[in-house]
């Protein structure tokens, strides 16, 4: 129109820029998911390639309904604070906390009862997933924060250093990818597979750097209670009945029912305590999450004694 004002065709370009960098940042983000399969193609069989996929698809489960879900609901959170970046930083590591006291242990035990799981319910074919699902499961309890690290970069408008992150990440990766693939002969597939676990080890906490730049949160006690205190939790907790069933039972389906018995309640009794006891400030944020959820859930005239014994 030609009584539109002036600014309006600046701002067109302006959105569309954003767009163009934030659409291509997320396109090379879904490359990275999807080249594992297409490398394990290469230099691996068609059976490898089914393992990763089956593997992958129990490993991401977890993250996909929390992480994912999470990150998705944050995203408006932060850029309603779009012009307080210690307030966007706080609430992204008080976000990343809390995620990371569900992930993380359900990740570890995810690691350690998927073999046991796989023996026991499904044929001697599938097998072959287990050592993937393992490594890909481990992997997957450091990637929790990605998700809330996107949405927090889009809400502060950094579309640029989305796509540059991303575009580092997938050129190192898919590099060390087909380097391992060619040098691993027969286990092709498993070195591959070790790659996409490994790299989290660096992607994840240069998402974490990324976020909390110039908002006033320190980057190592940050990465402390983000990854290192629920790990320790979860080892303090899940470790020695571990430890017990591997030494003291013979490997067999009677391990594996005991593990698939015995770990989760491990887990569901013991870690609640030792994340209280290691990382109070964390517990207390799931309490007040697990509070809200309930008075979502519970209808209404429910009493607290009626939440408690919920």
């Known amino acids: 129109s030609l009584d539109q004002p002036a600014w309006i065709s600046g701002e067109w370009r302006r959105l569309l820029y954003s767009y163009g960098l934030s659409g291509l940042g997320q396109y090379v983000h879904g490359a990275l998911v999807m080249a ?14 089914g393992w990763y996929a089956t593997a992958f698809a129990l490993a991401a489960s977890v993250n996909t309904i929390v992480a994912v879900n999470i990150g998705l609901v944050l995203q408006p959170i932060f850029a309603h604070m779009a012009f307080d970046r210690a307030r966007q930083g706080t609430a992204f590591v008080r976000a990343c906390a809390a995620i990371s006291a569900v992930s993380i242990p359900a990740c570890i035990c995810q690691a350690v009862l998927l073999g046991a799981s796989f023996r026991l319910f499904l044929p001697a074919s599938w097998h072959g997933a287990i050592a993937m699902g393992e490594m890909l499961s481990l992997g997957q309890a450091l990637y929790f924060t990605v998700n809330p690290a996107l949405g927090l970069l889009k809400a502060q408008g950094r579309f640029a250093t989305f796509l540059i992150w991303q575009g580092v990440q997938l050129a190192v990766v898919f590099s060390a990818m087909v380097v391992a693939g060619s040098l691993a002969g027969d286990s092709a597939a498993v070195a591959i597979v070790a790659v996409c676990s490994a790299y989290h080890l660096i992607s994840s906490p240069c998402g974490i750097w990324l976020c909390i730049a110039g908002s006033g949160q320190p980057f190592l006690p940050t990465l402390w209670r983000i990854f290192c205190l629920p790990m320790i939790a979860a080892a303090v907790s899940i470790g020695p009945i571990f430890a017990l069933i591997v030494c003291f039972i013979p490997a067999g389906t ?30 207390a944020e799931c309490a007040t999450m697990v509070k809200a959820i309930l008075k979502k859930v519970l209808p209404r005239g429910t009493s607290p004694v009626d939440v408690r014994r919920i």
């Open 36 to 49: 594992p399969p297409l490398v394990i193609a290469q230099y691996s069989d068609d059976r490898s390639v």
């Open 254 to 283: 009677a391990a594996d029912v005991v593990t698939i018995i015995a770990i989760p309640f491990a887990a569901i009794s013991l870690y609640p305590l030792s994340l209280q006891w290691l990382a109070p400030e964390t517990a």
